[in-house]
């Protein structure tokens, strides 16, 4: 089910106190048009009725779509430092709901689901856009990676983010997020970068465990942390 609750939210451009609907579940089989504004980049995005500027509250709900076999914890950005401790809480709702702690019905339901902790919405949308193109989220923060290590001046995760902004037949296109306006460009890489890396799975064997801890699929994830 999906679930929204009211909360007063200061608008950061005049601090007039609203009414906001935040989001605390969606349930994407049954609110698929949540799931198309998530990859819009409008859920959860008002203008301000006060002085018009629209701003976004950052994300901490719990996305679940068991047609595609996702649940993720996502959690705001400013959480990331306590990246841990959130995965943990994450993977406890899991068990209370869909599964060790659940009911047999929904254990099975939840067999079928990846869990997964992320920070931001940049990094949710790239988690449904990697399990629409049938990218496994290892082998994308793999790519990531192999994907720097070919550019001389790689912006360096910290101050800027590298996220999975679309994906088209002949290339992933990652978007360097970061708050400066010497933010890089978006980074067009050949899709076959993907099937390359699956190709080799010893070679690529240690990078694919070290991008990964747990339900954190993320390099950045201490990085970003920092
Ligand atoms: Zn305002």
């Not at 939840?110 to 790239?126: K, M, Q, S």
Request: hydrophobic residues 45%; proline residues 8%.
């Amino acid at each position: 089910m999906s679930i929204f609750r009211t909360h007063s939210v200061a608008c950061p451009a005049c601090a007039t106190p609203i009414d906001f609907e935040l989001v605390v579940s969606v349930s994407a089989d049954r609110r698929p048009d949540l799931r198309d504004e998530i990859l819009a980049g409008t859920f959860q995005r008002e203008p301000c009725p006060s002085c018009g500027v629209p701003f976004r509250v950052e994300p901490q709900f719990t996305y679940i779509d068991i047609a595609r076999g996702q649940y993720i914890g996502v959690w705001p950005k400013a959480d990331r430092a306590q990246w841990q401790e959130r995965a943990a809480q994450t993977r406890a709702n899991f068990d209370d709901g869909m599964g060790v702690r659940a009911t047999p019905e929904a254990q099975r339901v939840g067999a079928g689901l990846a869990v997964r902790t992320v920070f931001g919405w940049p990094a949710l949308v790239e988690k449904l856009l990697a399990r629409e193109a049938g990218i496994d989220d290892r082998t994308l923060e793999v790519a990531k990676l192999a994907a720097m290590r070919g550019v001389e001046e790689a912006p360096l995760p910290g101050p800027f983010e590298m996220r999975l902004a679309a994906v088209d037949d002949e290339a992933l296109h990652f978007a360097w997020i970061g708050s400066r306006p010497e933010a890089p460009e978006v980074w067009r890489v050949p899709r076959t970068l993907i099937a390359e890396i699956e190709a080799e799975p010893e070679a690529w064997q240690a990078a694919r465990e070290a991008v990964a801890e747990g339900d954190v699929v993320d390099f950045q994830r201490e990085l970003l942390a920092a």
